[in-house]
């Protein structure tokens, strides 16, 4: 039956596809026979939409085929220039522009979610919503208070559809791994869509997305560069959220951000400066900080500061992979080939027995004509793109937990251009990633380790005699008990010796007996055979005692 469902699945992607002639956007050099054929033969599928414009189409098929779609165009939008824009121009708008479901089922949800009538919680609560997303959508209101804030309410029976649409994404991986399992151990099609699967469904728990925005408000305290609402976790359930209403410019509205004033420069460089803050400092990092989901604060144009919401998807990083990621960034902008094949090497992202000569030249080779160009022209996401092509060769394998932070690096480079054409992310990331580095492993790490430790030592100081006695007794008595072990391994040993001994003597006499019983002198034939049983018992007891 699940079979079944995915291929009508499968079918309604296909049919959705071909009503909005997407088909027909694909260049014929790339069209082989088989998928021509394939087209041919569904006849009756045409294109119902041919007055819509190419970038229509996509957004509406996007949409049309649910939230799985929808974010996936929500992270092509961000890519203007590997997009032409007429069609990311349409894409943007899957931002913060879906359609809508009715405002009476949100206020229902709420009630239930809740507990209560909406108007014993809330104030002014307005049915029309104010945005809408892909999995949920906002609606305005005030507490009793007199707070502004707005309530984000997860769509009706949206996870049955993501289920279904990550579930048909699970089996095909899983036949792709099958069918060519020399590319899937590299590519892991099925872990990487298993973690995709993870961060959606999180993404429907609001009470997740409660918890990262507190978070990510207590990392960012008091700073200038980022400001993320405060959440009411009292009127917070799995489907609702409720936090503080903000006032800003959208991220994309480029002429509002000028006719304010901004300091686009400013802005965009603080847009990396706090993406690595997230990823290097605090290993806790917004992984979904596409242009609907960024504001800028309307005071103080000239010293901006950034507005994040929609926290449901958020990117941790264990020590070594950000200690090897900064490593690499750092590498790269040195133009230290070498190193950066060392690395992969050492982190386990390429096998062991890769040879790091041919695997330096390999990436010099791809990446020494880009680096020609000045940086502010180079796209850090097609450095990373022509990298991953290139240990492709090499068998890298796919790392699943540095997937969030690839999307999350090219969403920030691409609202990053999208505000200052020329913007250097080498220029701005390098000094931050060389000063973590120092905290890291130069004399501020030593200085920072004394000072975290400190408090520990001044606790356990007075304690500090005591313990030096009663570890060098306990050493007295190991060594004791080491000693009493090497004489009874000493005596065993010896044992073992003289056992082995008797039992070859053992062999020998028994050999000696059978030579005397072959010359027909029986009786010292059995005095042989006897003591030869003597001396194998005495051999044996040797050896098992």
């Not at 071909?18 to 694909?26: K, N, P, S, T, V």
Request: neutral net charge; hydrophobic residues 45%.
């Amino acid at each position: 039956m699940k079979k079944l469902r995915e291929l009508l699945r499968l079918y309604q992607i296909g049919k959705t596809l071909f009503d909005y002639g997407l088909d027909e956007l694909i260049p014929a050099r790339l069209q082989v026979w088989p998928a021509r054929w394939a087209r041919k033969s569904l006849f009756w599928l045409k294109n119902r939409h041919p007055d819509l414009s190419r970038g229509k189409r996509i957004r509406l098929a996007l949409e049309s085929l649910g939230p799985v779609f929808i974010k996936f165009g929500q992270m092509l939008s961000t890519r203007r220039d590997l997009l032409p824009p007429d069609i990311a121009e349409e894409l943007a708008l899957l931002q913060d522009r879906v359609p809508p479901f009715d405002g009476a089922l949100a206020r229902k949800q709420i009630e239930a979610s809740l507990h209560n009538p909406i108007e014993a919680l809330f104030d002014d609560f307005d049915e029309k919503p104010l945005a809408s997303a892909s999995i949920a959508q906002v609606h305005t209101a005030r507490l009793k208070t007199g707070q502004e804030i707005v309530i984000k309410v997860i769509r009706p029976s949206i996870e049955k559809v993501i289920e279904a649409d990550v579930s048909l994404m699970h089996s095909m991986a899983t036949l792709i791994a099958r069918l060519v399992p020399e590319r899937s151990s590299r590519l892991r099609p099925v872990e990487v869509v298993e973690e995709y699967r993870k961060t959606l469904i999180d993404e429907l728990n609001l009470l997740r997305e409660a918890a990262n925005a507190i978070q990510l408000r207590r990392n960012f305290e008091g700073s200038r560069t980022l400001y993320v609402p405060e959440i009411y976790p009292s009127y917070c359930h799995e489907n609702v959220l409720v936090m503080e209403r903000i006032y800003g410019i959208p991220v994309s509205d480029i002429e509002a951000l000028e006719a304010n004033g901004t300091n686009m420069k400013l802005l965009a460089e603080r847009g990396v400066e706090v993406f690595f803050t997230q990823v290097f400092r605090d290993s806790f990092f917004h992984a979904d900080m596409h242009p609907g989901n960024i504001f800028v604060s309307y005071d103080h144009p000239h010293d901006p500061q950034w507005i994040g919401i929609d926290c449901g998807i958020v990117g941790t990083l264990n020590r070594d992979d950000k200690r090897y990621l900064a490593e690499n960034f750092l590498a790269f902008f040195n133009r230290d080939y070498r190193k950066v094949a060392e690395l992969h090497v050492e982190s386990g992202w390429v096998p062991a027995d890769t040879k790091v000569e041919e695997f330096e030249s390999a990436i010099r080779t791809v990446l020494e004509p880009i680096f020609e160009k000045p940086l502010s022209e180079i796209s850090f996401g097609h450095v990373l793109l022509n990298l991953f092509n290139t240990a492709r060769r090499f068998n890298m394998a796919v790392q699943p937990q540095l997937v969030l932070l690839q999307k999350t690096l090219l969403y920030v480079e691409g609202v990053g251009r999208q505000l200052y054409p020329q913007l250097d992310l080498w220029k701005t990331a390098k000094p931050f990633l060389e000063d973590w580095m120092q905290q890291q492993v130069g004399y501020k790490a030593v200085i920072n380790a004394v000072r975290e430790k400190a408090p520990f030592w001044a606790e356990k100081l007075p304690e500090l005699p005591e313990l030096v006695y009663d570890s060098l007794r306990q050493a007295k008595l190991q060594q004791r008990q080491m000693q009493g072990l090497y004489e009874q391994f000493t005596y065993h040993n010896k044992g073992q010796g003289q056992g082995r001994f008797l039992l070859a003597m053992g062999a020998t006499m028994l050999l000696a007996s059978t030579l005397l019983l072959g010359m027909e002198k029986t009786q010292w034939a059995m005095s042989g055979l006897v003591l030869t049983l003597v001396v194998w018992l005495l051999g044996w007891r040797r050896i098992t005692r």
